[in-house]
């Protein structure tokens, strides 16, 4: 991304989620010129959908930026599995080179399948297919592996795909920003379509009728190797904090918060990082997201060897879990 694109993002940003009353007023008009299309798009593409042998469940949001949704999906596949069922993924890929359908794998790179991808797949091994046609995605995915459930990471506006269960996930710190829809605020849809969701999990505090997930980890491990540490080991030092993800405050927040003393370094979301983007002018520890890792690691090992990413964990009361899979129950007995 230029430099002047990350300042254009950086702007819209401000305008999102602080008071930019008259850059908000300006951008009005194209935001009800979005929303009325986005109708028009949803309508159109609703009637193309196809019918699936499995349920389809999208993990989604109405936002852009980051809101958890690939921890929540890391999730849901272990507790799936604990359930009995064996599911498997869909993705778009974001920033991946592939234009077809495909399976992804462990060793894959993620400048060619995506980060989030290559990242669900490392950590849990289900299997996960790309592509931008989710409904052709979907049918290789269940041609070519034994799923009997699948999940959309994202995709809840890809309206060509039906779907049997939405999850939307949204930011307990941001929620939705100035309230208005692209590109005036940074909302997809309008909240109302949130109601149309069978769940909507908040990531942090969670009002009524949301389900909360607390996001976290405090273990770092080595971007090469096996070793790992206490991220307590690292209290009242400083590190340089990278982060090319969609909302970076909640990474720095969370080293803050373990008394780290932070260098930031901000790249856009999805970032195809180079080794010149890890050399400092010190030897610091450089402490990293686990979705920024996995674009990292086959970097020269003069860099890597002083490299930490964080894994972090989703964490959801019993009583979603309990809900999900009666809602899962229903659908069966349905048909």
């Known amino acids: 991304m230029s430099a002047a694109k990350q300042r254009l993002s950086a702007w819209l940003e401000s305008v999102w989620y602080e008071s930019h009353p008259i850059a908000r007023t300006a951008l009005s008009p194209l935001s009800y010129l979005f929303c009325y299309l986005a109708q028009r798009r949803r309508a159109r593409l609703s009637l193309e959908q196809q019918p699936f042998p499995v349920p389809i469940m999208v993990v989604g949001n109405i936002t852009v930026g980051g809101t958890g949704k690939t921890p929540l999906v890391i999730w849901l596949i272990e507790q799936l599995r604990i359930a009995g069922f064996q599911p498997g993924v869909v993705s778009r890929g974001f920033g991946g080179k592939q234009l077809a359908v495909k399976l992804v794998q462990a060793q894959d790179v993620a400048a060619e399948v995506g980060d989030e991808p290559l990242l669900i797949v490392q950590r849990t091994a289900a299997p996960l297919v790309i592509g931008r046609d989710r409904n052709a995605a979907i049918s290789y995915l269940l041609a070519q592996t034994a799923c009997n459930i699948v999940i959309s990471d994202d995709g809840l506006q890809h309206y060509r795909m039906k779907r049997d269960l939405e999850i939307a996930v949204i930011d307990g710190v941001r929620r939705f920003g100035n309230g208005y829809c692209l590109p005036a605020g940074p909302l997809r849809e309008k909240p109302a379509r949130l109601q149309e969701c069978d769940f909507v999990v908040t990531n942090g505090l969670a009002q009524q009728g949301e389900y909360a997930m607390q996001i976290g980890g405090n273990q770092l ?54 080794a010149e983007d890890l050399k400092f002018r010190d030897d610091l520890p450089i402490l990293m997201t686990e979705k920024d890792a996995v674009k990292c690691r086959n970097f020269p090992g003069d860099l890597t060897n002083k490299v930490w990413y964080l894994p972090i964990e989703a964490h959801l009361d019993k009583i979603f879990t309990e809900h999900l899979l009666q809602r899962l129950k229903e659908l069966k007995q349905h048909g």
Do not use: Y
């Open 221 to 274: 491990q080595a971007l090469v190797g096996a070793e790992q540490c206490a991220l307590r080991l690292f209290q009242g030092r400083s590190v340089h904090a990278v982060t090319g993800i969609g909302n970076p405050a909640r990474f720095f927040s969370s080293l803050k918060h373990a008394g780290l003393i932070l260098i930031e370094h901000v790249f856009p979301d999805h970032h195809a990082f180079t």
